[in-house]
């Protein structure tokens, strides 16, 4: 049989996913949205890409919660995003109200599903998701450690004049400006990318890496990127569909793992049929781990701040 996956929030992000999901032509996808007509006009346009492009024109778009039944994996999208000069951290009274209230509709629809959780200021919005859907921790993920580490190997692969397939990387911690690129873990076809490039220069990567979303928010005005979280969605339903077991950086809650308990932030990540399989602690210098945890502090502090809104 095949599967179903439901993106909720059909925007920029959600949209640009249901597309490359139903590319992959392995499940049904079904595309929820509060504004009339869009979601329905969105996926007849997609179905009618099927033919051409090969695959079955088995999209759906629809205003309510009823096609969303019986989901494999559900993709949270819905939400502000941000605009010129506005902090992820800024949106979170509003989208904690939104996820909050989608969580509840798709979870009580489809009680067995993995939720991957999309809409900002990440971290913070995987706890709400965790929190109402009563949901095991092994079934509630959020993906940004994808996008950071594929903006930052992007970066390294224009630096050296090289094909980014061959550039690995890991960015860890909060989606946030305290994420942690862990330059340790990266390297150009296995060598360490330190050989390769100086420390000032590579501090400069690092940084524009960090500061890889506000870059294109800043360049489109209004709206922000989704293109690549987009194609790192995919990355991730892909491994869970096809049981691939791939190792990718993901938001997950950790209890104990890099000495963080109770928050969700970006670790590596074995991904499966069954959600989150393993946090992988992969051994990091004393730098890298004081500046994950640091940027665990930063989760927390969203955290807190939730619980007083
Ligand atoms: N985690 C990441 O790395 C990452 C990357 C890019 C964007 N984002 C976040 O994803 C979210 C979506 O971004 P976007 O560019 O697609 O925004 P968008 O404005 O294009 O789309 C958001 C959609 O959510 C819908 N929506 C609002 N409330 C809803 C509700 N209650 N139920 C169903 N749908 C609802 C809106 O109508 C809109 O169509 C933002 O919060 C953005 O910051 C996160």
């Given at each position: 049989?095949?599967r179903k996956?439901?993106v909720?929030?059909a925007?920029n992000?959600?949209?640009t ?5 139903a590319?992959r032509?392995y499940?049904d996808?079904v595309?929820?949205?509060i ?10 346009d997609?179905?009618q890409?099927?033919p051409v492009?090969g ?8 205003n309510?919660y009823?096609?969303?039944?019986g ?5 949270i ?9 506005m902090s992820r951290d800024?949106l979170?009274a509003?989208n904690?109200e939104?996820?909050g ?5 798709v979870?009580q629809?489809s009680?067995?599903?993995i ?5 900002n200021p990440?971290d913070?919005?995987?706890h709400?998701?965790?929190d109402v ?5 092994q079934r509630?993920?959020?993906m940004?450690g994808?996008l950071?580490?594929?903006?930052f190997r ?7 004049g ?6 690995t990387?890991?960015v ?5 400006d305290t994420?942690?690129?862990v ?5 150009v076809a296995g060598?360490?990318v ?13 940084q ?9 928010v800043?360049l ?8 690549a979280?987009?194609?790192?969605v995919?990355?991730m339903v892909d491994?869970i569909?096809l049981?691939q077991?791939?190792i990718l ?11 963080i ?6 670790v590596?990540v074995?991904l499966g049929?069954g959600g ?7 051994e990091l210098?004393?730098?890298?781990l ?10 927390r502090?969203?955290?807190?701040a939730m619980?007083?809104?």
């Open positions: 049989m095949r996956v439901t909720v929030g925007g992000v959600g949209a996913t249901a597309q490359r999901i590319e032509d499940a996808v595309m929820v949205d504004v009339e007509g869009m979601p329905q006009g969105k996926a007849l997609l179905n890409a099927g492009v695959y079955e024109p088995n999209l759906t778009g629809t309510t009823d096609a969303t039944s989901s494999d994996i559900v993709v999208t819905s939400g502000l995003p941000r605009k010129p000069g800024d979170l509003a904690k939104i996820v209230s989608v969580t509840k509709e979870a629809r009680p067995d599903s939720i991957i959780c999309v809409t990440l913070a919005m995987c709400v998701t965790l859907s009563g949901f095991p921790r509630v993920m959020g940004a994808i950071d580490s594929a903006r992007t970066f390294l692969a224009w630096e050296l090289v094909s980014a397939r061959d550039v990387g890991f860890l911690g909060g989606h946030g994420m942690v690129p330059t340790s873990y990266t390297n060598v360490p330190s050989q390769k490039i100086d420390s000032t220069r590579l501090e400069e990567i690092v524009r890496a960090r500061d890889g979303g506000a870059e294109v800043k489109l005005k209004s709206g922000s990127a989704y293109y979280p987009a194609a790192a995919a990355e491994s569909v049981d077991k791939r950086p993901c938001a997950a809650l950790c209890n104990g793992e890099f000495g308990d109770g928050l969700f932030v970006g590596p074995k049929e989150v399989e393993e946090i992988v602690e992969i210098s004393d730098q890298e004081k500046d994950l945890q640091k940027s665990a502090g930063a989760v502090e969203l955290v807190d619980a007083n809104l």
